[in-house]
């Protein structure tokens, strides 16, 4: 009988999810004895046009991850069955364990060109292997933090909910962006799951499908907002202005009635938005906000609050989902150290930077960030944060230092904050922020 093929993916067969090459390798490794510690840095070559810095995300849930992973007997008959590896590599297989240290970046940290998310020191075997499951797992939530940073500065500390669940890319993506939201400090979810599981706040309004459902529009209204007190209702289904209007009588009929918001979902927002609160001000109900979604990315909201529009929150999909903008970074994983040996790629475009690193961030007088200096990992450095701290250590992972992502979103705000202007503006260019190496690792880069 043929086995059932699982739809999702679980964490048990995450060390499956990798290149072959990778396998291929590991057996080439086994077979010439090739056991001496290994170093690899995880890190993008070039940001993307329309960025200028990138948040780095997902980093520290990948190396706890990657310190959990295992071979099962049925991925052993798995790979048995594809006839490339031998029975004796196999049985090597069946007791892989990573036992080596991963340093990484907090999450929520600021990151730029050819700086270090993390690096991997490990037996060469060990190190290769995470290779595909490392760059999937930090692309995805450093893409979508980067792109959600901006929509909250954009949104000049008013409120954003992700509503971009069912656009998102299968519902790994989904559930892991969340997580990524929260680091780029949303303020809500309409994601159950994802909310749920990553500590991000639930937040939802209503669907149109809800209004047509009922013959009455008010009586919908109405029965929604006994049923939810505080809750949002949706009033441009039909005629956005005469939504208002139906909202402000039913406040006006039942002064206990609590609806809290308004969404305006289509049409000319910034216009619409202050016909609405001329209306609302005037019938005496200031304290009803309005929530603008539809189709928003930062550029739009960086607009209509320019303009002045009455908007207090907003609510973001599909922009955000796919960070539709710079889908990807040019993510890289290479080995920059084996035997004790710096080693070093020259393919042309693709040099990388040799030896195990440190990030080093210098602050101005006024507090701000003056430039960044990576350095070998052992090299004194007399001015300046290290920035990559020890995450895993002998394969454990260090809970004190996994738990630093819970505090992400506040280390994103105070990033922010301390960023020449250059850094955190919108448009597209260059943000001149100097990056530096140390004299040792510029002399190692030229060997």
Request: proline share 5%; charged share 25%; net charge negative.
């Amino acid at each position: 009988m043929t086995r059932p093929i699982p739809l999702e993916v679980s964490d048990a067969d995450l060390a499956l999810l990798t290149d072959l090459y990778q396998l291929t390798m590991l057996q080439a490794y086994w077979r010439e004895g090739m056991e001496e510690s290994a170093t690899f840095s995880l890190y993008f070559r070039k940001l993307p046009a329309s960025r200028r810095f990138m948040l780095a995300c997902g980093q520290q849930h990948a190396a706890a991850v990657a310190s959990r992973l295992r071979f099962t007997d049925a991925h052993l008959a798995d790979l048995a069955d594809t006839g490339q590896f031998a029975d004796a590599f196999l049985e090597w297989l069946a007791g892989w364990r990573f036992t080596g240290d991963i340093h990484a970046l907090p999450e929520g940290t600021p990151v730029f060109p050819n700086e270090p998310l993390l690096e991997v020191d490990a037996p060469i075997a060990e190190a290769q292997l995470l290779e595909s499951l490392l760059m999937n797992l930090v692309q995805l939530e450093t893409v979508i933090a980067s792109k959600a940073v901006r929509i909250v500065q954009a949104a000049r500390g008013r409120p954003v909910v992700d509503f971009g669940l069912r656009r998102m890319h299968g519902v790994d993506a989904a559930v892991r962006g969340v997580r990524a939201y929260r680091t780029a400090g949303l303020a809500g979810t309409s994601n159950v799951l994802g909310g749920l599981r990553h500590g991000l706040a639930l937040r939802g309004t209503m669907a149109h499908s809800y209004i047509l459902a009922h013959d009455d529009e008010r009586e919908a209204f109405r029965a929604f907002a006994r049923q939810y007190p505080g809750t949002t209702l949706l009033v441009d289904t039909h005629d956005t202005l005469a939504g208002v209007r139906m909202v402000i009588d039913l406040l006006d009929e039942e002064p206990a009635l609590d609806i809290a918001a308004i969404r305006l979902d289509s049409g000319d927002l910034g216009e619409l938005a202050a016909q609405a609160r001329r209306l609302l001000d005037d019938a005496g109900h200031d304290g009803v906000k309005i929530i603008a979604s539809s189709g928003l990315d930062e550029h739009e909201i960086a607009a209509l609050l320019d303009a002045g529009a009455p908007i207090d929150a907003f609510g973001v999909g599909t922009e955000m989902g796919v960070s539709a903008d710079a889908p990807v970074i040019d993510l890289s994983y290479k080995l920059v150290e084996y035997a004790g040996t710096p080693r070093l790629k020259h393919s042309p475009g693709k040099v990388n930077l040799p030896g195990r690193k440190q990030l080093y961030r210098r602050l101005g007088d006024d507090g701000r960030y003056a430039g960044d200096l990576i350095a070998l990992r052992d090299e004194p450095v007399s001015e300046g944060e290290a920035l990559l701290r020890p995450l895993v250590r002998g394969g454990v992972i260090d809970d004190a230092e996994l738990a630093l992502a819970d505090a992400a979103p506040e280390r994103v705000q105070q990033a922010l904050a301390r960023m020449p202007e250059a850094l955190r503006s919108l448009a597209p260019g260059e943000s001149g922020y100097p990056i530096a190496l140390t004299p040792g690792l510029e002399r190692l880069k030229d060997t």
